[in-house]
C-alpha cells in the first residue's frame, strides 16, 4: 500500500510551528505521530501514562520505541482505580477515563510551556462505540489522523516506508477492555490477565489476543489466521494449567476469534 502523501501533508499543516505534548503508548499510531511530530513540530515531548491497566509488555515497548525515534519519553504512573467508579467497570468507563488522561495530559504539557496536546486515534477506530472520543474532544485534544482522514493501514505504510519497527505491531488495548461492564476490577485481577497474556504468547507466539474474564470462565481470543497454534495438546494443557495457576476455574478458546469491541457486543442484542 502506497503513503497517501496529501493526507500526511495535513498532518503537517498541523503540527508545523508548535511545541506539542504527545501521548505516547509505542502503539503504532502514537509512534508514526510521534514521528510525524519530529519532523515539523517546534518542539516534541512524548508522555506515557503508567497505570494498572497498561500491560507490562506495552510499557518496555514504548521505551524502547521512542529510543529508536531518539526522543524523550516522560513517564509518570497514574492509580487509575482510584479514578471516580472506573474500578466498577461501568458503560462509560471510556469517557471518565479518556476525561481524566486529557486533563493529566494537558497538565503536564503546561508544565512544560508546550502549546499542544496531540493523540493517535484514527479514522478506523471510528465504528463502534467511542465515548473517549467525546472526552478528547471535549477537553479540546488534537486528533491529527482523524482530521486527515488516515486509517491504521494507512499508518502501516508510513511506518514500512519510515523503517519504523512498530509497522506490523497488533494493536493494543488498556486491560479494563478484558471485564464486562460493571464488573468489579482489581490490581490482582489486572496483573493476573496481564500474566496470563504474556504467556499465552510465550508459549503460541500469537500477535492479536485477548484474555476475556468472565468470573470463573477466562475465554481467549486469538486472530481467527492464528488459532491453529493453539491445536496441539500439549500447548492447551500448558495453557490450561498456567489458567488454573493462576486461579481462574475454567479456560475457553473463543470460536469466533479475536475482534475489537467484543465487550460492546452485548449491548447490541436485540
Not at 482523524?146 to 493494543?172: C, F, G, Q, W
Not at 469466533?256 to 467484543?262: F, I, L, T, V, W
Amino acid at each position: 500500500m502506497a503513503v497517501d502523501e496529501s493526507k500526511f501533508e495535513i498532518v503537517r499543516d498541523l503540527l508545523t510551528g508548535h511545541c506539542v505534548l504527545v501521548a505516547f503508548s509505542g502503539g503504532v499510531d502514537s509512534s508514526v505521530l510521534a514521528h510525524n511530530a519530529k519532523r515539523w513540530a517546534k518542539e516534541v515531548s512524548l508522555l506515557l501514562v503508567s497505570s494498572e491497566t497498561v500491560t507490562s509488555e506495552e510499557i518496555e515497548n514504548a521505551k524502547s520505541v521512542a529510543s529508536e525515534l531518539e526522543l524523550d519519553l516522560d513517564v509518570i504512573d497514574f492509580d487509575w482505580l482510584s479514578q471516580g467508579n472506573l474500578a466498577s467497570n461501568p458503560i462509560d468507563r471510556c469517557y471518565q477515563c479518556k476525561k481524566a488522561l486529557a486533563k493529566l495530559w494537558k497538565e503536564r504539557a503546561n508544565e512544560l510551556g508546550l502549546d499542544m496536546v496531540v493523540e493517535g486515534t484514527t479514522a478506523t477506530e471510528m465504528s463502534g462505540r467511542r465515548p473517549g472520543e467525546q472526552a478528547l474532544r471535549e477537553e479540546g485534544i488534537t486528533s491529527p489522523f482523524l482530521v486527515a482522514e488516515l486509517t491504521k493501514p494507512d499508518l502501516r505504510a508510513y511506518a514500512l516506508e519510515h523503517n519504523l519497527s512498530i509497522a506490523e505491531r497488533p494493536s493494543m488495548a488498556c486491560l479494563a477492555t478484558r471485564f464486562p461492564y460493571d464488573t468489579q476490577i482489581t490490581k490482582n485481577l489486572l496483573r493476573k490477565i496481564d500474566e496470563f497474556e504474556e504467556k499465552i504468547r510465550e508459549f503460541t507466539g500469537v500477535g492479536r489476543l485477548r484474555a476475556r474474564y468472565h468470573d470463573e470462565i477466562v475465554r481467549i481470543e486469538v486472530a481467527p489466521e492464528e488459532r491453529d497454534a493453539f491445536f496441539d495438546k500439549r500447548i492447551l494443557d500448558d495453557i490450561h494449567q498456567i489458567g488454573k495457576s493462576l486461579g481462574f476455574q475454567y479456560i475457553t478458546l473463543d470460536m469466533k476469534g479475536y475482534r475489537s469491541g467484543a465487550m460492546d457486543e452485548p449491548l447490541c442484542d436485540d
